[in-house]
């Protein structure tokens, strides 16, 4: 199995062979063992064991604490890949461009309006959760298609603010 694992800004491209136990990444190559046990994953490498334990999967991304130390990685496989070459997205990329709320809350505030063009990682709402103000920000660049939500609004979680639909 291959994959693509990205970690910030640095891309590895990783084969794994489960029967064998083998792994190979860039120039290293050796064995591993991956397993489950009381509540959390083992992972060991030659001598180097890590205890992996947090994990939370959305789409590609993936973060988890190993070793008491968090880390977010975005693993594709050869299909994601291949369709990614292609300029089609799978079931989690698709739904990329649709802003849900993270957590129940109320609306204090939308920043943007239909027709506006925005870019990944600008702040567009205000939500009120548990007494505190969260913004949220975009997923990706693009203009917004949609908003579904109004201000003064309550919302349940993964309920739908807003859609950004892509440039190009």
């Not at 739904?95 to 063009?117: F, H, V």
Request: charged residues 25%.
């Amino acid at each position: 199995m291959k994959f693509q694992a990205t970690f910030g800004e640095n891309e590895h491209q990783v084969k794994l062979s489960p029967k064998e136990g083998t792994f190979e990444s860039g120039k290293e190559k050796g064995n591993y063992t991956f397993e489950f046990v009381n509540g959390r994953y083992i992972l060991r490498i030659g001598t180097k064991t890590y205890k992996i334990d947090n994990v939370h999967k959305e789409g590609s991304s993936i973060e988890f604490s190993m070793n008491g130390v968090w880390h977010s990685v975005d693993v594709k496989d050869e299909q994601e890949l291949l369709l990614d070459r292609l300029g089609f997205k799978t079931g989690a990329a698709a739904a990329e461009g649709i802003l849900k709320a993270p957590m129940p809350g109320k609306i204090l505030e939308i920043m943007i309006s239909e027709g506006d063009q925005v870019e990944k990682d600008q702040p567009l709402v205000i939500l009120e959760a548990m007494k505190m103000e969260n913004e949220l920000k975009a997923p990706i660049s693009g203009t917004i298609a949609s908003i579904t939500a109004e201000v003064g609004q309550s919302l349940e979680k993964n309920s739908p603010i807003l859609e950004i639909e892509t440039i190009g």
